[in-house]
DNA sequence: TATAAAAACTAATAAGTGTTAGTTTTGCAA
DNA sequence: TTGCAAAACTAACACTTATTAGTTTTTATA
């Protein structure tokens, strides 16, 4: 009958993934079935199965795109960057543009990881661990070189990692703020916070 | 054969919603089914509808029961204390302290709402959105008396409730940081970057 | 136009879901 | 010890779940 329409899309295993995205950000992963996931497609749910192996694997695939993308940001500034000011700035503007403009596919990876079958699960938690571990780095770096005040870098980063994941809340009822402004802001709030 | 055990539980009732809770947390309301609630409490699937009248009603009874207890804390603070900072620091250290002590049911007052059904849905979403407004208003009174820097209260007040809500990490693995600590550190942190 | 592959379909399976009905067991009060 | 209510049980229902097998339709190429 319908066809899966790949749209914008490159393949039509990737238009399937965002659709699914799109419906476990709403209704979480658990309480999405593929048939839903087939119908918001235009099709039976048994078609999906010629394009990915199981209803985890899309799962899979979402959350660890994500952590591949912020892992391999982090890479660049750190190579990249002088400051440790400049390098916690760019990650934090990083994470917030993440946020705003993959949104989907990032609120899947903070709200579902859960669902993760192990080994993926522990492979997903590790690498998440990693990555703050190393922004603790940046933040005591700031610390000795005098450009930080004397905070503990484990509640920074946590503090500063929470906060833009609060981000999906303005998400929904975009208020007369504009991204950028949002983005600055928050900026201010969270360094102003820690700089000396 | 076995017995649900109340424990310190006053009622039975409150050591079936404590469990359901503890699962929820950890599994997801949708993914809980009602045989492992009963499993963890030692007892069949159909004994627990001797004290509730459906699943969806234990995650009603979690969620409502939390923002009822920070909407009393908001009200008391309200009319009980005199500078504006003074205020807000009071409400997050009282989230903080919620976060950390009855962390089962926050946490899924927190990410499981999403399945509660209408009307229960939009009367939890209209509460948290007016406890955010009245967040704002302290806000935006602290500005205007000069105390403040002038943010736009509105990505104040959500950057300050998501990193709160972030202590759901540290809740984990507790680290080299005593709960005393962490608060000090986080109301520094947050309060810094917005006091002038 | 014939052919082969891609992609959809229908039907079915085995397991799991919340919940109800009806029954048995338990524990306390008379 | 009897009697009664509270609280557990077993069995079952009506549905939904992800997924597979087998078949038909569509599409593109030769």
New binding site residues.
């Given amino acids: ?4 329409q790949s749209g914008k899309n490159a393949t ?1 295993k990737e238009a399937i993934i965002q659709k699914a995205a799109f419906l476990f950000k709403i209704k979480g992963y658990s309480a ?5 996931l ?1 119908d918001a497609l235009g ?5 999906l ?3 990915i192996g ?3 694997e899309l799962l899979q695939g979402i959350c660890s795109r994500v952590m591949g993308e912020f892992t391999a940001y982090l890479d660049a500034v750190e190579n990249n960057m002088e400051s440790d000011i400049s390098k916690i700035e760019a990650i934090l503007r990083f994470h917030i543009q993440k946020m705003l403009n993959n949104f989907d596919e990032v609120f899947v990876a903070n709200h579902e990881w859960k669902h993760l079958n192990e080994p993926l699960l522990s492979n997903f938690l590790n690498q998440r661990r990693t990555y703050e571990k190393r922004l603790m780095v940046l933040i005591e770096n700031g610390i000795e070189k005098n450009e930080l005040r004397a905070i503990n870098p484990y509640v920074a980063v946590l503090t500063i990692l929470s906060a833009v994941r609060g981000l999906e809340f303005w998400y929904g009822h975009k208020r007369n703020v504009t991204q950028q402004e949002l983005e600055n802001e928050m900026v201010k709030h969270l360094l102003n916070g820690i700089i000396k």
Wanted: aromatic share 10%; net charge positive.
């Fill in positions: 009958m319908a066809k899966i039509k999405t079935s593929m048939r839903e087939a099709v039976e749910a048994p078609s199965y010629n394009y199981s209803k985890s």
